[in-house]
């Protein structure tokens, strides 16, 4: 499995823009509705249901089987301007809290997967620490890399905390690994911090250096883990991935090997990260990797492939600013592997199921996203 990408563009078609009145439009209390009832008619009539419908049945099939299956929602990659320069990212913002608000049942807690702000300011980090605050469940939020090269992260942490911190829900261990410490690059070049935070913002520019974890976040996670017995359910969010994709736009993380010997000795890893703005699944040896939306733009897929068992999403339609962006939900097993539910604003959700990982993407094969039939 390791270091196996798959090259070539994506094959797959989402489908036709949603109509007006179909499920992409109506909010998500009134969709679980939905999708409970047009999934018991399927099954009723003995069709499998479509993919659309896929997180209701996963959840049943899980609590039938009186597994403590619980569910968190996720949010990431905002990258708010100032509300007057630039508003369209903060009402997508707006959107994902209005999404998660709205799930019935409430989540156990909603995540926020990092780069809030675009610049770091204070005014970009404040303004998305007053949306996300406004959601119901509980929430846990991460830092990326634009959250922080303005000010080092002095005012990220007024607002969240420390970045590196773990929990215990329902017998799953977690863990918030800071993972886009970089080499100072700014000093010997006499930058300014605004300097600093857009060399950092840019891709391709050959002056930063890759992201690391860092050796004191290492030495964290090995006391953190300590103790914990092979068979512990085990989530880490980060926010770069923890494997390396591709160097030049940072999709990278340098010390990934190191945080990857310290997970190799788990059953089972799940490792959920930000920053690549895509649907994107993977998996080394015992570490199952998924990827979560953005709300604010998709980046396209690394020049040189994918991993191969990322369900790859065609093309963002240029001319809709919220094609491929969402936010979405993560149906967490007894084992802690998951379900990961892609919520894209203007296509089908897309579930990429624990069983897919599992088997090395040989079974429970997400369908093709192209559901024109609903
Ligand atoms: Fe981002
Ligand atoms: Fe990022």
Redesign the pocket.
């Known amino acids: 499995m390791r270091n196996r990408f798959r090259s070539g563009e994506a094959e797959r078609s989402e489908g036709p823009r949603p109509r007006a009145g179909s499920p992409q439009t109506l909010d998500r209390r009134a969709f679980f509705k939905l999708s409970a009832a047009a999934a018991g008619a399927a099954l009723a009539n003995g069709l499998t249901p479509p993919q659309a419908f896929m997180p209701v049945q996963v959840a049943g099939a899980a609590e039938t089987a009186g597994a403590p299956a619980f569910r968190f929602a996720y949010i990431s990659?905002s990258h708010l301007y100032s509300r007057e320069l630039n508003d369209r990212f903060a009402r997508a913002l707006l959107r994902a809290v209005d999404d998660v608000n709205a799930m019935d049942p409430q989540p156990d807690f909603v995540f926020y997967g990092?780069?809030l702000a675009q610049l770091g300011q204070v005014h970009e980090l404040e303004l998305g620490a007053s949306i996300i605050r406004k959601v119901k469940a509980p929430l846990k939020v991460m830092v990326?890399?634009?959250d922080w090269y303005l000010d080092m992260g002095r005012r990220w942490r007024q607002l969240f905390g420390q970045p590196t911190y773990s929990w215990d829900h329902k017998g799953v261990h977690f863990v918030v690994l800071m993972s886009?410490l970089e080499r100072d690059f700014w000093t010997k070049r006499r930058m300014t911090p605004m300097e600093r935070m857009l060399t950092v913002a840019g891709l391709d520019n050959g002056v930063q250096s890759p992201f690391m974890v860092g050796r004191d976040n290492l030495e964290w996670l090995e006391r953190d883990l300590r103790g914990r017995p092979a068979n512990t359910p085990l989530i880490v969010f980060s926010?770069?991935p923890l494997y390396k994709l591709y160097k030049n736009w940072n999709f990278w993380t340098d010390d990934a090997e190191d945080v990857q010997a310290i997970l190799t000795r788990f059953d089972r890893v799940v490792v959920i990260h930000?920053?690549t703005h895509q649907m994107l699944t993977h998996r080394i040896g015992n570490i199952h990797f998924h990827g979560l939306l953005s709300t604010a733009w998709p980046w396209p897929y690394a020049p040189q492939g994918m991993p191969e068992l990322t369900v790859q999403m065609s093309r963002p339609d240029p001319f809709n600013p919220n094609d491929g962006c969402g936010d979405g939900e993560v149906l967490v097993h007894a084992d802690g592997l998951v379900d990961k539910v892609y919520n894209l604003w203007n296509r089908s959700p897309i579930t990429v199921a624990r069983g897919y990982t599992e088997s090395g993407g040989k079974e429970c094969v997400p369908p093709k996203p192209n559901r024109p039939g609903f």
Do not use: L
């Open positions: 990659d990092g780069d990326g890399e634009h886009v926010h770069s930000g920053h």
